[in-house]
Nanobody, 126 residues
Framework: QVQVAESGGGLVQAGGSLNLSCTVTGLTSDNYPMGWFRQAPGKEREGLTCISWSGGHIYYADSVKGRFTISRDKNTLNLQMNGLKPEDTAMYYC?????????????????????WGQGTQVTVSS
């Protein structure tokens, strides 16, 4: 059974940093696209950053480019968030695509991830 679990959320002041982690279990391979998304109350889910199955392509949304950094070590995905702003407040989700359906390039991240975590809350105070 595939499971995706996020950790590392919390409360931080504006300008601060947080590191989120995501671990995927139940798969025999580590080569598949993964991504971080977030959803604030009353808003649509937003794709923040994704990494291709090979790690050779990384996508960043304009809203986080230069502040957030995605990294991967086998079945663990990390999101280093610096320069946090109140508008970054949201539930953050990790997603994995072992079926290799999601296209990830430096300018595109698909949404067809089939495994999602439960989310971790990030709250940035002003």
């Amino acid at each position: 059974q595939v499971q995706v679990a996020e950790s590392g959320g919390g409360l931080v002041q504006a300008g601060g940093s947080l590191n989120l982690s995501c671990t995927v279990t139940g798969l025999t391979s580590d080569n598949y696209p993964m991504g971080w998304f977030r959803q604030a109350p009353g808003k649509e889910r937003e794709g923040l950053t994704c990494i291709s199955w090979s790690g050779g392509h990384i996508y960043y949304a304009d809203s986080v480019k230069g502040r957030f950094t995605i990294s991967r070590d086998k079945n663990t995905l990390n999101l280093q968030m610096n320069g946090l702003k109140p508008e970054d407040t949201a539930m953050y989700y990790c997603a994995a695509d072992p079926q290799l359906q999601v296209v990830v390039t430096n300018t595109i991240c698909g949404r067809e991830f089939n495994y999602w975590g439960q989310g971790t809350q990030v709250t940035v105070s002003s």
